[in-house]
């Protein structure tokens, strides 16, 4: 059997859905970081897919490495604030730290 | 003209101490005692002194006519009117600038005695070098404008001083009444000041405002004739504005009729009176006058008024100086008579006269003046002299220093105040300028009855103060006496700082006149020979009679013998209160006699009769005017108030319930819409991105639908 466009586009919205639905269920930060990496690797597979199959040429498949890099580097700062949310509140439940809300 | 870059360091470093004294004056006092008060106000002064010897040094070495100057920066550049503020050391600055400089600062050293324990200490060292300043600004000033600032600081410090007790009332209002009789005396300064600028300038096509500029303008060949056939009113234009600042000097000098406001400054420390109201600002007419010997020169009119005010006021004070008990205030009589010797001088033409005379007279009255605090002190503030003498046994230094400068203001020979008085009387009797009948007959005449009463008020004064018995224990116990006076119960000399100012200024009271020695005896005139070159100009327009030696001779001996007789009859009447004729006279003698003493001793009523005419007429004018004010002015304002407030009412009401409706109304929309609609905000992560699907859900069908 050959992979088709097709096929990646279906792994993406997989991919996308369980992302959105990580991030609209879960309270915990870390999960919802671990939502956002899979919505934006569904991003990343597309653009790959479609400058495999539609343009033929590279600049989707670049676009997509620049995508991975800024992911890793978005996370790490991510993690970072996770991390003095924990030391400030004692949990990373989203709902729970509401210290500035109105 | 010689530039120098030290003039303006003159005026400038009394105002210093002045600002060191005002600013930090209270803390040092509380913190380190007098001495860090004093010390700056002292040492000032003598730079200044010294600065100014330096100058006058630097000047004699120049030739006649040079004189130094300092310009500092461009004051009122306004087209022609141009002032600057500028320094011009001329022959005759200098006279006057060695003279404040130096009588100021021995003042300043007798005040560390005068004003010790004094609460106020800093802001009486303050005020005294303000006027320093001040002073110095007026004789150095190169242009009317800046004189004018000197001349109306030296009229607040004068204020200032005289109130410097303030919480009596008679001596706050003493120095009241001396800043309104300055203001007379100043208009009539400005007037002539603008009239002469304005004047000259119409009738020789060019003025200016500095009086050297002003004086070639003068000099030029025919300006002179020009500018005296120009009217004003119907007067010469010399005439007026020579008058209108003559009476600036009237109310600065205190001559006829503004001399009111002197004797009443004696409420003033004694250290004032001697610095402020004997040497130096009162003699800032006199200075005037001389300083525009240029425009005086060209108006015989004006000179002779000057001459017959300065003639009439000193035989009037010095009447009125007969019988006053109060110290301080036969003095205060005297200088009155004095300067108005100096304005005989100076308005026959005798314009060096005038100011040898003015620095004489700074010495002897500084000296009695100083005395005369010397002895309040030691009477502890008693200034009657019925409750003084005896005196010169207990405090013989100022008895004797006393005793001079009242032989050198009575004309003795050989003292001082001869050469300048005589000379004065001379020069009255020998000019052939005055328009009065019998030329300087009048005027002579008027200082020499002048000179009698002088001899006698001022040796009646020392008669009573220093000889005889002390008579201040009547009414005191003897107890007090020994806790005020000591344990003699007497009065007794004062310390250093005060007896050697004393002696320094008797010592010049003594000797000063040989400065300027008579020519009658064949002797070089120091004095003269300075100022000639100053005066060079106007030398052409002033004439002698012509008498000889033989009167002059004459004259002189005559006025000896006044000056003895005077002495004689004090001495007869007053000498140890022995001569029982004067308390006889009073008690026992004709209506007359009483009637005369009566008028005299109450200084002719003058006073009160300012009081009646000016005072109550001010005041009155002024009721009349506050009536029109209160009825009508007011009436016209209230009116135009009460229309104002109507429309005001009206604008509010509409503004209050249409316009604010509105913005109500806006603002009330806004707030409910987002007080719901916050409802929506709710801060969780998991509604927004909900949110967010959603929408992009409707919005994906919708564009399926669409396409």
Same mark, same amino acid.
């Given at each position: 059997?050959?992979?088709?466009?097709?096929?990646?586009?279906?792994?993406?919205?997989?991919?996308?859905?369980?992302?959105?639905?990580?991030?609209?269920?879960?309270?915990?930060?870390?999960?919802?970081?671990?939502?956002?990496?899979?919505?934006?690797?569904?991003? /990343?597979? /597309?653009?790959?897919?479609?400058?495999?199959?539609?343009?033929?040429?590279?600049?989707?498949?670049?676009?997509?490495?620049?995508?991975?890099?800024?992911?890793?580097?978005?996370?790490?700062?991510?993690?970072?604030?996770?991390?003095?949310?924990?030391?400030?509140?004692?949990?990373?439940?989203?709902?729970?730290?509401?210290?500035?809300?109105? | 003209?010689?530039?120098?870059?030290?003039?303006?360091?003159?005026?400038?470093?009394?105002?210093?101490?002045?600002?060191?004294?005002?600013?930090?004056?209270? $803390?040092?006092?509380? $913190?380190?005692?007098?001495?860090?008060?004093?010390?700056?106000?002292?040492?000032?002064?003598?730079?200044?002194?010294?600065?100014?010897?330096? !100058?006058?040094?630097?000047?004699?070495?120049?030739?006649?006519?040079?004189?130094?100057?300092?310009?500092?920066?461009?004051?009122?550049?306004?087209?022609?009117?141009?002032?600057?503020?500028?320094?011009?050391?001329?022959?005759? %600055?200098?006279?006057?600038?060695?003279?404040?400089?130096?009588?100021?600062? &021995?003042?300043?050293?007798?005040?560390?005695?005068?004003?010790?324990?004094?609460?106020?200490?800093?802001?009486?060292?303050?005020?005294?070098? &303000?006027?320093?300043?001040?002073?110095?600004?007026?004789?150095?000033?190169?242009?009317?404008?800046?004189?004018?600032?000197?001349?109306?600081?030296?009229?607040?410090?004068?204020?200032?001083?005289?109130?410097?007790? #303030?919480?009596?009332?008679?001596?706050?209002?003493?120095?009241?009444?001396?800043?309104?009789?300055?203001?007379?005396?100043?208009?009539?300064?400005?007037?002539?000041?603008?009239?002469?600028?304005?004047?000259?300038?119409?009738?020789? =096509?060019? %003025?200016?405002?500095?009086?050297?500029?002003?004086?070639?303008?003068?000099?030029?060949?025919?300006?002179?004739?020009?500018? *005296?056939?120009?009217?004003?009113?119907?007067?010469?234009?010399?005439?007026?504005?020579?008058?209108?600042?003559?009476?600036?000097?009237?109310?600065?000098?205190?001559?006829?009729?503004?001399?009111?406001?002197?004797?009443?400054?004696?409420?003033?420390?004694?250290?004032?009176?001697?610095?402020?109201?004997?040497?130096?600002?009162?003699?800032?007419?006199?200075?005037?006058?001389?300083?525009?010997?240029?425009?005086?020169?060209?108006?015989?009119?004006?000179?002779?008024?000057?001459?017959?005010?300065?003639?009439?006021?000193?035989?009037?004070?010095?009447?009125? =100086?007969?019988?006053?008990?109060?110290?301080? @205030?036969?003095?205060?009589?005297?200088?009155?008579?004095?300067?108005?010797?100096?304005?005989?001088?100076?308005?026959?033409?005798?314009?060096?006269?005038?100011?040898?005379?003015?620095?004489?007279?700074?010495?002897?009255?500084?000296?009695?003046?100083?005395?005369?605090?010397?002895?309040?002190?030691?009477?502890?503030?008693?200034?009657?002299?019925?409750?003084?003498?005896?005196?010169?046994?207990?405090?013989?230094?100022?008895?004797?220093? #006393?005793?001079?400068?009242?032989? !050198?203001?009575?004309?003795?020979?050989?003292?001082?105040?001869?050469? %300048?008085?005589?000379?004065? &009387?001379?020069?009255?009797?020998?000019?052939?300028?005055?328009?009065?009948?019998?030329?300087?007959?009048?005027?002579?005449?008027?200082?020499?009855?002048?000179?009698?009463?002088?001899?006698?008020?001022?040796?009646?004064?020392?008669?009573?103060?220093?000889?005889?018995?002390?008579?201040?224990?009547?009414?005191? +116990?003897?107890?007090?006496?020994?806790?005020?006076?000591?344990?003699?119960?007497?009065?007794?000399?004062?310390?250093?700082?005060?007896?050697?100012?004393?002696?320094?200024?008797?010592?010049?009271?003594?000797?000063?006149?040989?400065?300027?020695?008579?020519?009658?005896?064949?002797?070089?005139?120091?004095?003269?020979?300075?100022?000639?070159?100053?005066?060079?100009?106007?030398?052409?327009?002033?004439?002698?009679?012509?008498?000889?030696?033989?009167?002059?001779?004459?004259?002189?001996?005559?006025?000896?013998?006044?000056?003895?007789?005077?002495?004689?009859?004090?001495?007869?009447?007053?000498?140890?209160? @022995?001569?029982?004729?004067?308390? $006889?006279?009073? +008690?026992?003698?004709?209506?007359?006699?009483?009637?005369?003493?009566?008028?005299?001793?109450?200084?002719?009523?003058?006073?009160?009769?300012?009081?009646?005419?000016? *005072?109550?007429?001010?005041?009155?004018?002024?009721?009349?005017?506050?009536?029109?004010?209160? $009825?009508?002015?007011?009436?016209?304002?209230?009116?135009?108030?009460?229309?104002?407030?109507?429309?005001?009412?009206?604008?509010?009401?509409?503004? @209050?319930?249409?316009?604010?409706?509105?913005?109500?109304?806006?603002?009330?929309?806004?707030? @409910?819409?987002?007080?719901?609609?916050?409802?929506?905000?709710?801060?969780? *992560?998991?509604?927004?991105?909900?949110?967010?699907?959603?929408?992009?859900?409707?919005?994906?069908?919708?564009?399926?639908?669409?396409?």
């Amino acid at each position: 059997m050959t992979i088709t466009i097709s096929h990646l586009l279906v792994v993406s919205i997989v991919l996308l859905a369980s992302g959105l639905y990580c991030v609209i269920t879960r309270k915990n930060a870390v999960a919802l970081l671990m939502g956002i990496e899979l919505i934006l690797n569904a991003a /990343n597979l /597309n653009l790959v897919a479609f400058s495999r199959f539609v343009t033929g040429d590279i600049d989707g498949q670049v676009f997509a490495l620049f995508g991975i890099l800024l992911a890793a580097a978005e996370t790490v700062v991510a993690l970072a604030i996770v991390l003095q949310v924990f030391r400030a509140f004692d949990t990373v439940d989203v709902d729970r730290t509401d210290k500035l809300r109105g | 003209m010689e530039q120098v870059s030290y003039l303006f360091l003159i005026p400038m470093l009394p105002l210093v101490g002045a600002a060191w004294n005002g600013l930090f004056g209270a $803390r040092l006092h509380k $913190r380190l005692g007098e001495t860090a008060i004093h010390w700056p106000a002292i040492i000032l002064p003598w730079v200044s002194f010294l600065l100014s010897l330096w !100058a006058f040094i630097s000047l004699a070495r120049l030739d006649e006519s040079a004189a130094l100057y300092q310009k500092l920066w461009s004051w009122l550049p306004l087209g022609i009117v141009n002032a600057d503020v500028a320094f011009r050391f001329d022959r005759l %600055s200098a006279v006057m600038a060695m003279v404040v400089t130096f009588v100021g600062s &021995l003042i300043h050293i007798y005040s560390t005695g005068y004003m010790k324990d004094d609460p106020s200490y800093w802001r009486f060292f303050s005020y005294l070098n &303000l006027f320093m300043f001040a002073m110095l600004t007026l004789v150095l000033a190169d242009n009317f404008l800046l004189m004018f600032v000197g001349w109306e600081g030296v009229g607040l410090c004068s204020y200032l001083l005289i109130s410097f007790w #303030y919480k009596e009332r008679a001596n706050a209002a003493a120095g009241m009444k001396a800043f309104i009789v300055n203001r007379v005396g100043d208009l009539g300064f400005g007037l002539g000041m603008y009239l002469l600028f304005w004047g000259v300038l119409k009738a020789a =096509g060019d %003025s200016s405002l500095n009086f050297h500029t002003l004086e070639t303008i003068i000099s030029r060949p025919g300006m002179a004739d020009a500018i *005296i056939n120009t009217h004003y009113l119907g007067i010469s234009l010399p005439t007026l504005a020579a008058v209108l600042l003559f009476v600036g000097a009237t109310a600065k000098s205190a001559q006829i009729p503004l001399y009111v406001w002197l004797p009443d400054a004696m409420a003033g420390p004694t250290p004032v009176s001697a610095l402020i109201h004997a040497a130096t600002m009162v003699t800032a007419g006199v200075y005037m006058v001389a300083r525009l010997h240029f425009l005086f020169a060209l108006t015989p009119a004006a000179m002779t008024i000057v001459a017959l005010v300065g003639g009439l006021t000193a035989l009037f004070a010095a009447t009125m =100086g007969l019988f006053q008990y109060d110290i301080k @205030k036969v003095l205060a009589y005297s200088t009155v008579s004095q300067l108005g010797y100096m304005f005989m001088a100076v308005g026959v033409g005798a314009w060096w006269v005038g100011i040898f005379h003015l620095m004489i007279h700074a010495f002897f009255k500084a000296c009695l003046f100083l005395d005369s605090g010397s002895v309040i002190l030691a009477c502890h503030h008693e200034q009657d002299m019925r409750k003084m003498g005896g005196l010169g046994k207990q405090m013989p230094i100022t008895g004797a220093t #006393y005793l001079v400068s009242s032989l !050198a203001i009575s004309g003795i020979p050989f003292f001082a105040g001869f050469f %300048s008085k005589d000379e004065i &009387l001379w020069k009255a009797f020998d000019s052939g300028n005055t328009l009065l009948p019998g030329g300087g007959f009048i005027i002579w005449f008027l200082g020499a009855v002048a000179a009698l009463f002088t001899a006698f008020y001022m040796f009646r004064s020392y008669y009573m103060t220093f000889s005889g018995e002390y008579r201040g224990h009547a009414d005191k +116990t003897g107890a007090e006496l020994e806790e005020h006076n000591g344990h003699h119960g007497l009065p007794c000399e004062q310390p250093k700082n005060i007896t050697v100012v004393l002696i320094i200024l008797a010592f010049l009271a003594a000797f000063g006149g040989f400065v300027g020695l008579p020519h009658l005896w064949h002797m070089p005139n120091l004095f003269e020979h300075w100022l000639e070159p100053v005066f060079i100009s106007t030398r052409h327009r002033l004439f002698s009679a012509g008498h000889g030696p033989a009167l002059e001779w004459a004259l002189m001996s005559l006025s000896v013998v006044i000056a003895i007789t005077g002495w004689a009859t004090a001495r007869w009447l007053y000498k140890d209160a @022995k001569n029982p004729i004067p308390a $006889r006279l009073l +008690t026992e003698g004709s209506p007359l006699v009483k009637a005369i003493h009566r008028i005299v001793f109450n200084k002719y009523y003058v006073d009160e009769a300012y009081e009646a005419t000016f *005072i109550k007429g001010a005041l009155k004018t002024s009721k009349v005017l506050s009536l029109f004010d209160n $009825r009508i002015i007011d009436g016209i304002v209230n009116l135009a108030g009460a229309v104002g407030r109507l429309f005001g009412y009206i604008n509010g009401a509409i503004d @209050k319930y249409f316009v604010d409706g509105i913005v109500n109304l806006v603002a009330s929309v806004i707030l @409910k819409g987002g007080s719901d609609f916050s409802h929506a905000q709710t801060g969780r *992560i998991n509604t927004y991105i909900l949110g967010l699907l959603g929408g992009s859900m409707v919005f994906l069908v919708l564009v399926y639908l669409i396409s």
